[in-house]
Nanobody
């Protein structure tokens, strides 16, 4: 069982940066691939980025590649999403998720645990 709590969302202007954090409970954090998803108003939830259990591999959606960076600190059970050069189309609720899998996981059905989400709003 893993409990995830996101923080760091807010209202920013286009071009600004935000840093989202996801704190995980439990002693088996390294058993999980970690991912970030987002859901904009009126749209389906979409994959943003994932990081493997030891942090050696990452995979980004094309829409955020080069602007977002994911990292994890397994000693602190934390995943960070650094978001730079934010655009209005990045506005969404951002969710942290954990998948008990090996390797990169993109499909949200593979993720067993989800945080409550944090709102990111980017004004133009």
């Amino acid at each position: 069982q893993v409990q995830l709590v996101e923080s760091g969302g807010g209202l920013v202007q286009a071009g600004d940066s935000l840093r989202l954090s996801c704190a995980a409970s439990g002693r088996t954090f390294t058993s999980y691939v970690m991912g970030w998803f987002r859901q904009a108003p009126g749209k389906e939830r979409e994959f943003v980025v994932a990081i493997t259990r030891r942090g050696e591999n990452t995979y980004y959606a094309d829409s955020v590649k080069g602007r977002f960076t994911i990292s994890r600190d397994n000693a602190k059970n934390t995943v960070i999403l650094q978001m730079n050069s934010l655009k209005p189309e990045d506005t969404a609720v951002y969710y942290c998720a954990a998948a008990p899998r090996v390797g990169i996981v993109v499909g949200e059905n593979e993720y067993a645990y989800w945080g409550q989400g944090t709102q990111v709003t980017v004004s133009s």
